[in-house]
């Protein structure tokens, strides 16, 4: 864990940003570093498969059976189990972090709820800034974008939206998304008031 803290410290900020599945994370993301080129994606192993149209530059795709081998070697920071499938922060993808412009670069991850406590409590009283946003959406556009995308599981999906929201406390903000263009502005707007933190 203090090897996460170390390689971290010295980026301006660490945005997390979690949310119900088919809340649109990986999508407001990628338009965030669209127009932001302060900004950069944090990867992430996953062990699911790589979604249709999805970005490669969202996570490393590996199978179960190598995600517990870098469990084992002690290569995974903070993990979580999603949907049946597993989701973690590998030290390897801190080297971005240690090897950039640290004070002109901000990183950017989507992460569950159960690792946003994880990290945030990692990076207390450390220099690096945490901004934490927690996306939401009805219930019926949640379905409508899960069947759009071509889930199987949406019952699954949907189960967990409960546990989901016993966790909103410990965002620093929530927003609505339901139009893409109110939510990057609502994210830009958080994250200059971020940078002017002290």
Known sequence: MLDFIYLVKGCH???IISG???AGKNTVI???IKRNDNLTF???CATRKKRVGESKDAY???SKKNFDKMLEAGEIIEYEEIHQNF???AKSSLDEVISC???KKHFIKDVGVLGQISITRLMKNQKTKVLSIFL???KEELIKRLKHRGELDIDLRISRMEFEQSYIKNFDAVIKNIKIEKTIKKIEKLIKKYESKK
């Open 30 to 32: 990628n338009e965030l």
């Open 13 to 15: 900020m660490l945005i």
């Open 136 to 138: 939401t959406v009805p």
């Open 60 to 62: 490393i795709f590996v």
């Open 42 to 44: 944090l990867k992430s």
């Open 20 to 22: 119900f599945s088919g």
């Open 101 to 103: 412009d640290k004070e």
């Open 87 to 89: 989701y973690g922060i």
